[in-house]
């Protein structure tokens, strides 16, 4: 509305300098010299060149104007005001909160005793079953049966000659000797590795050791009496009663025969 009216103002300032810059006549009088009516044209195009440019600036004013008031309506219609920008920040933090944000279990007072004996229970199971699969498995108790499935059907003598009783022994198969070391229980209480220690002592090189162990008895002898009378002969660092005492009855002959060929063939030599 101001622009309006100076723009109106403008025009009429303009209209009126036209008005009084033009060549003034008198009735009857004569015409101004030369010189003056000259003067009177630069004057009047020096005015009108001010007013056409007052004009002009005030008409671009206008259209400028109307220019900034049309984007601002326009801008105001379609552009979030500050106050929507600062809710939608806040929905967003809201939002990366509760991705975040871990579900809450409350437990009440009554429920702690039941929930914390629930914990301690599977904790002892799982610190038992850990303990458990820790420790050698035991060797079972019945006779171990023979490659034909049969048990033995005497007892090993534990006392004697040991080297006449050895010879009398019948030839051994080391295969079935491997087998024997994982069935009759050696495998959960001696290791086949250099300097690992089980419950009992390693294997590695047992036929070349047990040469060494006792003067005047050779492995095959040494071997065999360690099995049927484990207490015979402690290796140092080791304890007694931990070897089951009741292989004497378990094995037959043959089965001795395989553990020892087995033993010689595997563990002899052993860098």
Not at 2 to 18: D, E, H, K, P
Not at 201 to 217: E, H, K, Q
Not at 224 to 233: F, H, R, W
Request: charged share 15%; glycine share 8%; net charge negative.
């Amino acid at each position: 509305m101001r622009t309006l009216r100076a723009l109106c103002v403008s025009i009429g300032a303009f209209a009126m300098t036209i008005w009084l810059a033009r060549p003034v006549y008198s009735a009857g009088s004569h015409q101004l010299p030369p010189t003056s009516a000259v003067l009177d044209n630069v004057i009047f195009v020096v005015i009108g060149g001010i007013a056409l440019a007052l004009l002009a600036s005030v008409a671009g004013g206008v259209v400028i104007a109307i220019l900034a008031n049309s984007v601002s309506q326009f801008l105001r219609r379609n552009l979030p005001t500050d106050e929507e920008m600062a809710e939608l920040r806040q929905e967003l933090r809201a939002v990366e909160q509760r991705k975040f944000q871990l579900p809450r279990i409350e437990i009440g007072p009554n429920a702690e005793p039941f929930v914390l004996s629930a914990v301690g229970f599977i904790l002892s199971l799982i610190i038992f079953a850990l303990v458990l699969n820790a420790m050698p498995q035991p060797v079972r108790s019945e006779a171990v049966p023979d490659s034909e499935g049969a048990a033995p059907a005497e007892t090993l003598p534990k006392e004697g000659d040991l080297g006449r009783i050895t010879d009398g022994l019948p030839e051994g198969n080391p295969e079935r000797g491997a087998q024997l070391f994982n069935t009759a229980g050696c495998v959960g209480c001696h290791s086949q590795k250099k300097g690992e220690r089980l419950v009992g002592p390693s294997f590695y090189n047992l036929w070349d050791i047990a040469a060494t162990r006792v003067p005047g008895m050779s492995a095959r002898e040494y071997l065999y009496q360690s099995i049927v009378d484990p207490n015979a002969y402690i290796v140092e660092g080791y304890q007694a009663g931990l070897m089951q005492q009741n292989y004497a009855a378990l094995l037959s002959p043959q089965q001795m025969a395989d553990i020892l060929a087995w033993i010689e063939q595997r563990h002899s030599g052993e860098p």
